[in-house]
Nanobody, 123 residues
Framework: HVQLVESGGGSVQAGGSLRLSCSAS????????MAWFRQGPENAREGVAQ???????VYADSVKGRFTISQDAAKNTLYLQMVNLKPEDSAMYFC?????????????????WGPGTQVTVSS
């Protein structure tokens, strides 16, 4: 198993930026794909971005061009750079891991989850 802990959340105004980090520990070399999900107070948890071991990434349409997912394998850390934030981006953001070898933001595929970090964007 892999343990995940997110950090970097906070409160910003619309148009601002944040960078989320996710530190992974445990069996991190076991072929996991990593992703970010988010969940607002009245919404279902939705996939935001996923990155595979070769660096290829997929994004939800709502964040394309504004969010960038990346990873530093040496540090076992996943990142989500968010720019031009909007109030609708406000949510709890979760780091997740899945043993898959294809691009997907389907929640049911992800078996490992962090506790989340809150992002609040004010207008």
């Amino acid at each position: 198993h892999v343990q995940l802990v997110e950090s970097g959340g906070g409160s910003v105004q619309a148009g601002g930026s944040l960078r989320l980090s996710c530190s992974a520990s445990g069996t991190t070399n076991s072929g996991y794909c990593m992703a970010w999900f988010r969940q607002g107070p009245e919404n279902a948890r939705e996939g935001v971005a996923q990155i595979e071991a070769d660096g290829s990434a997929v994004y939800a349409d709502s964040v394309k061009g504004r969010f960038t997912i990346s990873q530093d394998a040496a540090k076992n850390t996943l990142y989500l750079q968010m720019v031009n934030l909007k109030p609708e981006d406000s949510a709890m953001y979760f780091c997740a891991a899945a043993k898959i070898g294809f691009p997907s933001l389907a929640r049911y595929l992800y078996t490992e989850w962090g506790p989340g970090t809150q992002v609040t964007v004010s207008s």
